[in-house]
């Protein structure tokens, strides 16, 4: 049995990103890419707003989904996600985050449970506000921005930068994979899922 089908608790899928129509096509947002194509591809609205965010419900593979976007900036995540995990009485075995990664080649994806937030500052405040890291992250690469002098502000100056025309290209076929990985999850578990996607 999936350890998510043991209770009828919904999941938290929460997408890490920064709110603001300006930001909406920057390489920091395809967490909320991901999961505004989840909420659409089920039939789920992201409109009403709790706490600091903004979700939706309703049912994916057949079982209870709450979708988020936090609205704190994604350095602030956590306290967005700690409201919800609260207020829902979601453990952090049933909470999946998606977010950006630098370490990953543009479009690649990673399922993984634990583990560190590998300099992520949203899965860190995360982790930070829950007392723990041992929830699902999908992470999907965005690649590196090539470095001169400033490193700092090279990588800021790139996550918040729009995708190009041909990263455009790569995510339009890559957002769709994430939603199939979700659903995955859900019905066939980390392990099967991790195999298949990673």
Same mark, same amino acid.
């Given at each position: 049995m999936l350890f998510w089908k043991k209770k009828r608790d919904a999941i938290l899928?929460?997408?890490?990103?920064? /709110?603001?129509?300006?930001?909406?096509?920057?390489? #920091?947002?395809i967490g909320?890419?991901?999961?505004?194509?989840?909420?659409?591809?089920?039939?789920i609205r992201i409109n009403k707003s709790q706490g600091q965010a903004?979700?939706?419900?309703?049912?994916?593979a057949g079982t209870q989904v709450?979708?988020?976007? /936090?609205?704190?900036?994604?350095?602030?995540?956590?306290?967005?996600?700690?409201?919800?995990?609260?207020?829902?009485?979601?453990?952090r075995d049933r909470l999946i985050v998606i977010?950006?990664?630098?370490?990953?080649?543009?479009?690649?994806?990673?399922?993984? #449970?634990?583990?560190?937030?590998?300099?992520h500052r949203g899965v860190m405040s995360i982790a930070d506000s829950l007392g723990g890291s041992d929830f699902t992250r999908i992470r999907v690469g965005i690649?590196?921005?090539?470095?001169?002098?400033?490193?700092?502000?090279?990588?800021?100056?790139?996550?918040?930068?729009?995708?190009?025309?041909?990263?455009e290209k790569i995510f339009e076929e890559v957002i769709p994979r994430v939603s199939d990985a979700v659903q995955s999850l859900l019905t066939e578990g980390l392990d099967a899922t991790m195999k298949r996607f990673n």
């Open positions: 899928i929460v997408g890490l990103g920064n /709110p603001g129509d300006k930001r909406a096509r920057n390489r #920091h947002n909320f890419m991901c999961t505004d194509h989840l909420a659409w591809s089920n039939g903004r979700i939706g419900s309703g049912e994916v709450i979708l988020a976007k /936090p609205q704190t900036f994604v350095n602030r995540s956590g306290l967005a996600v700690s409201q919800l995990v609260r207020k829902y009485q979601v453990t977010h950006d990664d630098l370490d990953l080649p543009s479009g690649k994806i990673r399922i993984r #449970h634990g583990g560190s937030s590998a300099g690649g590196r921005p090539a470095i001169t002098e400033d490193k700092d502000a090279e990588v800021v100056d790139y996550v918040l930068g729009d995708l190009t025309s041909e990263e």
